[in-house]
């Protein structure tokens, strides 16, 4: 059984720094890592991967070959990936034995909510090699401070979760520049745990720019609660308090924090159902670290 994350977001979420910065942390906690770099237009990697999709594809070749746009390159490119799985998975094999995986993906967002060739790859990965992943997707947390780009984050997030069916975190990047981005409407947990969106109603009709949409954006409020799955937690890749909290996440969500556990059932339970010790980092923490107090902004 191999355990990995499947490293997604939209462009500018961070993914490749990310992958770097995970690997590095999961090397000192004694995890040999491997980096596989999905990304066909990923030409400048921080970091040394195992697998790199530019030995079968590269989107530079791919566009003025079959005139297509970056958009319709990418598209082109994971569909050829999944008629060539077996490329992949020859290249998986030697890893399977004792590495941790992370898979870094493209940024074009439809290739996780719309398009099926990421999610095909992905299943037959994990059922040919017994693969245990999680995807964590990568949201900028700069889109906090404008109500209605939120609404989209959050409605992304929703059709990426349905979509990959796997299970899925979702990451507030770059926290540690947030209070460089503006005052936000409320705290930080409204934004992590999305609470009541009803509250955004007044702040939309204040931007020209939304409140025109007021109407859509409601009704898209009502289908993301409606649902209730999605919720954020905090990173800032520098710190590694904030991303061993996050390997905490990711352990529990895939399995492997059961992995290496010689224990009976009942403490596998307890486990899987404990108070997460990391709560209080997770929002408070990162609030008191990087956002000023109200009292000191006036």
């Given at each position: 059984?191999?355990?990995?994350?499947?490293?997604?977001?939209?462009?500018?979420?961070?993914?490749?720094?990310?992958?770097?910065?995970?690997?590095?942390?999961?090397?000192?906690?004694?995890?040999?890592?491997?980096?596989?770099?999905?990304?066909?237009?990923?030409?400048?990697?921080?970091?040394?991967?195992?697998?790199?999709?530019e030995e079968l594809i590269k989107l530079e070749d791919v566009m003025?070959?079959?005139?297509?746009?970056?958009?319709?390159?990418?598209?082109?490119?994971?569909?050829?990936?999944?008629?060539?799985?077996?490329?992949?998975?020859?290249?998986?094999?030697?890893?399977?034995?004792?590495?941790?995986?992370?898979?870094?993906?493209?940024?074009?967002?439809?290739?996780?909510?719309?398009?099926?060739?990421?999610?095909?790859?992905?299943?037959?990965?994990?059922?040919?090699?017994?693969?245990?992943?999680?995807?964590?997707?990568?949201?900028?947390?700069?889109?906090?401070?404008?109500?209605?780009?939120?609404?989209?984050?959050?409605?992304?997030?929703?059709?990426?979760?349905?979509?990959?069916?796997?299970?899925h975190v979702n990451v507030l990047s770059k926290i540690d520049l947030i209070?460089?981005?503006?005052?936000?409407?409320?705290?930080?947990?409204?934004?992590?745990?999305?609470?009541?969106?009803?509250?955004?109603?007044?702040?939309?009709?204040?931007?020209?720019?939304?409140?025109?949409?007021?109407?859509?954006?409601?009704?898209?409020?009502?289908?993301?609660?409606?649902?209730?799955?999605?919720?954020?937690?905090?990173?800032?890749?520098?710190?590694?308090?904030?991303?061993?909290?996050?390997?905490?996440?990711?352990?529990?969500?895939?399995?492997?924090?059961?992995?290496?556990?010689?224990?009976?059932?009942?403490?596998?339970?307890?486990?899987?159902?404990?108070?997460?010790?990391?709560?209080?980092?997770?929002?408070?923490?990162?609030?008191?670290?990087?956002?000023?107090?109200?009292?000191?902004?006036?």
């Open positions: 059984m191999v355990f990995g994350q499947v490293v997604i977001g939209p462009p500018g979420s961070g993914k490749t720094t990310y992958c770097n910065g995970m690997s590095q942390f999961l090397s000192l906690m004694g995890r040999k890592v491997a980096i596989v770099n999905l990304d066909p237009a990923n030409d400048a990697l921080p970091y040394e991967c195992a697998v790199n999709i003025p070959e079959h005139s297509l746009g970056p958009n319709g390159g990418l598209v082109y490119c994971m569909e050829y990936l999944e008629k060539n799985i077996d490329w992949l998975e020859s290249k998986l094999k030697p890893l399977l034995k004792d590495h941790y995986i992370l898979f870094d993906f493209p940024g074009q967002v439809e290739l996780f909510f719309i398009h099926d060739s990421t999610k095909n790859v992905l299943t037959k990965l994990i059922k040919s090699l017994n693969l245990r992943l999680t995807a964590v997707q990568l949201i900028d947390s700069h889109l906090c401070c404008d109500p209605g780009n939120y609404v989209s984050a959050l409605l992304l997030s929703l059709s990426t979760m349905l979509h990959m069916e796997l299970p209070g460089s981005y503006g005052k936000l409407a409320f705290n930080l947990d409204f934004y992590t745990d999305v609470q009541d969106l009803s509250y955004l109603e007044h702040h939309l009709s204040q931007d020209p720019r939304s409140a025109k949409y007021r109407k859509l954006t409601k009704e898209l409020c009502s289908v993301i609660e409606d649902y209730s799955l999605v919720n954020f937690t905090t990173l800032d890749i520098q710190d590694k308090e904030s991303v061993g909290d996050l390997v905490k996440l990711i352990d529990k969500s895939n399995g492997y924090i059961f992995s290496g556990i010689d224990a009976s059932v009942v403490e596998y339970s307890k486990i899987a159902i404990g108070q997460t010790d990391w709560d209080y980092n997770r929002v408070a923490a990162v609030q008191e670290m990087y956002m000023e107090d109200e009292e000191t902004q006036d």
